[in-house]
């Protein structure tokens, strides 16, 4: 390394995480960067040198551990993130997020600590912070960064551009948060992706290839000299406060790459969960009836590459079966959202959606308060939105649903939906929240046109004896077995015992659609199982897991 290679900022956004991260496998010569602007992503041959050919299997941390005398790992808390949503201007990060962001935040700096470096934390707009830094250290001669998907952190990418643009600083950037490769995509340009995920799936697993993880490095290039790693901000300096734990929770879990590990250790390797993933995936209540990796998976704090290197050692060393497969499948609809989002851009947040259909949405406040707190009537979507506003979580299950009544039963806009979950959720990833969104509102990558959810046989389905119901709404605790969930329909005497007047206690449903009365007084057809498996009259799944987040309904 030569003593004038200078100083290299790494700009951690959604990879908070050492590992898979560049950080230290062996040095590939890449030869000189020139300074880029935006370059399009649809064309290998469209883009400068330093993004092409094997440079692309390093990243960030990996490409300034060997190009640079001082590496400085930089994130910064965007004063943006805490502003209001697009549409309806509510709330952008809630206190279950921000709280896992901070914890993942920690965890990072402990983890550099450890190889000889630190992370720099900064309040600011990274465009805006990296100014500033290479204006106080004046050694500045690149800065690193993974490229995003959607506009505004696309904006931020063009304001760095700028900066480093007018300070003579190069722009050194990767693709690094999917399981495939961008350019390693059967489907080039990004025009040519396909509208179905099946399609989508049948491509990449016949012919492309996974990338390998990557080693970290014991020891990691120093600060700049004089550089003060700055504080950690609290959740008081956000104007919010910490969220009481409540032990409910199918997500007691805590932010950083620590616990992501541990977490994969535990269910892959400590209790064989893995093996029985698809016949549990649809649970309810706990923490084991999902692999729970979407809160890491969307702050980068685990590498989905990771994930895939060890399904396929759990395979050989163990067993190998639909269920570890299953992992991977909804591993690639989270790539699947993400490519789809460099496809269409902006139009994934457009009322009309990618389908371009006019859809006469409902803006009705009152209605969608009602579906915030969990107040519909309905106890199955009651009790799933009181279990997100508690705890920042909801299962795949429910995310299904909930989304399917606010659009299909409610007809409220679906971005009212959207803001809301990225407002609460933990594990929020701007483009599987608005895939999915976009996919039960039907204007979205659904092949079948008018999917809708029936509450009332899905509650029945998944909760038959209403154990879940009866754990996030309490007010119906006396109405016993699967009648819970139609506490409208029963008799006066038997909601009396109960000790539920409807409309005082508990509501009258805002809404009841023709088809739930078929369900009505039905006995479900088996009792799930204590991990979530449903009865014995399950079907075969179709694919979407709400979520990764949800898949594994969760987390």
């Known amino acids: 390394m030569s003593g004038t290679a200078g100083t290299a900022i790494c700009l951690l956004r959604c990879d908070l995480r050492a590992h898979d991260n560049q950080v230290g496998a062996p040095r590939v010569s890449v030869g000189p960067a020139p300074l880029v602007g935006r370059v399009r992503r649809d064309s290998p041959a469209s883009r400068p040198a330093a993004l092409t050919a094997r440079s692309v299997f390093l990243q960030v941390l990996h490409w300034a551990q060997h190009n640079a005398d001082f590496v400085i790992p930089l994130y910064c808390f965007d004063p943006r993130h805490y502003l209001g949503t697009h549409c309806y201007r509510l709330p952008k990060t809630g206190p279950h997020r921000l709280r896992f962001l901070l914890e993942s935040v920690r965890d990072l700096r402990e983890t550099l600590k450890k190889k000889g470096s630190t992370l720099v934390v900064r309040k600011g707009k990274p465009e805006d912070v990296v100014c500033d830094l290479i204006t106080q250290l004046g050694s500045v001669t690149a800065v690193v960064f993974h490229e995003e998907a959607t506009q505004e952190e696309l904006d931020v990418e063009k304001g760095l551009c700028q900066v480093c643009r007018q300070h003579g600083v190069k722009i050194q950037t990767f693709w690094g948060s999917t399981l495939y490769h961008r350019d390693d995509l059967p489907f080039r340009p990004i025009d040519r992706l396909p509208d179905v995920y099946t399609h989508f799936r049948k491509g990449l697993e016949s012919g492309a290839k996974v990338r390998p993880t990557l080693r970290m490095a014991d020891q990691l290039k120093p600060l700049a000299p004089g550089l003060e790693e700055g504080s950690i901000p609290t959740m008081e300096d956000f104007g919010q406060k910490d969220p009481v734990d409540d032990p409910r929770t199918a997500f007691p879990c805590s932010g950083g790459e620590t616990q992501a590990l541990m977490r994969l250790q535990y269910y892959f390797w400590d209790t064989n969960l893995v093996a029985s993933y698809k016949e549990t995936r649809n649970g309810l209540v706990g923490m084991d009836y999902s692999?729970?990796?979407?809160?890491?998976?969307?702050?980068?704090?685990?590498?989905?590459?990771?994930?895939?290197?060890?399904?396929?050692?759990?395979?050989?060393?163990?067993?190998?079966?639909?269920?570890?497969?299953?992992?991977?499948?909804?591993?690639?609809?989270?790539?699947?959202?993400?490519?789809?989002?460099?496809?269409?851009?902006?139009?994934?947040?457009?009322?009309?959606?990618?389908?371009?259909?006019?859809?006469?949405?409902?803006?009705?406040?009152?209605?969608?308060?009602?579906?915030?707190?969990?107040?519909?009537?309905?106890?199955?979507?009651?009790?799933?939105?009181?279990?997100?506003?508690?705890?920042?979580?909801?299962?795949?299950?429910?995310?299904?649903?909930?989304?399917?009544?606010?659009?299909?039963?409610?007809?409220?806009?679906?971005?009212?939906?959207?803001?809301?979950?990225?407002?609460?959720?933990?594990?929020?990833?701007?483009?599987?929240?608005?895939?999915?969104?976009?996919?039960?509102?039907?204007?979205?990558?659904?092949?079948?046109?008018?999917?809708?959810?029936?509450?009332?046989?899905?509650?029945?389905?998944?909760?038959?004896n209403g154990d879940y119901v009866r754990l996030w709404v309490p007010e119906l605790q006396g109405i016993k077995g699967a009648d819970i969930h139609t506490p409208w329909a029963l008799s006066s005497a038997a909601l009396s015992q109960a000790g539920v007047t409807l409309g005082e206690t508990y509501p009258q449903p805002v809404v009841t659609a023709p088809e739930w009365s078929r369900h009505i007084h039905r006995r479900p057809g088996g009792s799930p199982h204590p991990r979530g498996r449903r009865g014995p009259a399950q079907r075969k799944d179709r694919g979407i897991d709400f979520y990764f987040s949800r898949k594994k309904d969760a987390c």
């Open 291 to 464: 692999t729970k990796f979407a809160p890491w998976l969307a702050l980068g704090c685990i590498s989905p590459r990771y994930i895939y290197e060890q399904i396929q050692k759990y395979e050989r060393e163990r067993t190998a079966n639909e269920s570890t497969y299953w992992v991977l499948f909804e591993l690639l609809w989270r790539d699947y959202f993400r490519f789809v989002a460099l496809k269409y851009g902006r139009r994934i947040f457009s009322l009309r959606g990618l389908q371009s259909k006019d859809i006469p949405w409902k803006k009705d406040l009152q209605l969608f308060s009602c579906w915030q707190e969990g107040k519909t009537g309905v106890p199955f979507v009651d009790a799933n939105m009181r279990e997100l506003s508690a705890t920042g979580f909801m299962s795949n299950r429910g995310r299904q649903n909930v989304a399917s009544f606010l659009t299909k039963d409610l007809g409220l806009d679906w971005r009212m939906g959207a803001e809301w979950f990225e407002y609460l959720l933990v594990d929020y990833d701007v483009c599987s929240n608005y895939g999915n969104w976009l996919y039960s509102a039907g204007i979205g990558n659904d092949p079948r046109d008018n999917r809708k959810f029936n509450m009332i046989k899905q509650g029945l389905d998944y909760d038959g």
